[in-house]
């Protein structure tokens, strides 16, 4: 009896905190996707860089910016390294 109330409580406390958690979650899932494609479009950019002449780091600040802003966070670090 006391395992099974045990059991009971902690999956009680476990739906309390998803419950809790969930906007925090969603949106960390969202960065995290984001920050992948980031990466995926540096990976590809810096693929065609011998054609282009555009050379950026494929990092994972890199890879957050462009995620996060998107074209103008590329338009940004590229800038940023013009001027640098």
Known sequence: MP???ALLAG????LILLRV???PLKLAIRLL???L???LALY??????AYTGIVLGLNLWNALVVGVLGLPGLGLLLLLQWIL
């Open 33 to 35: 996707g984001n920050t």
């Open 37 to 39: 494609l980031g990466l």
């Open 44 to 49: 590809i950019l810096q693929s065609t860089s």
């Open 11 to 14: 999956l009680s406390l476990a």
């Open 21 to 23: 958690m969930k906007t």
């Open 3 to 5: 395992k099974s109330l």
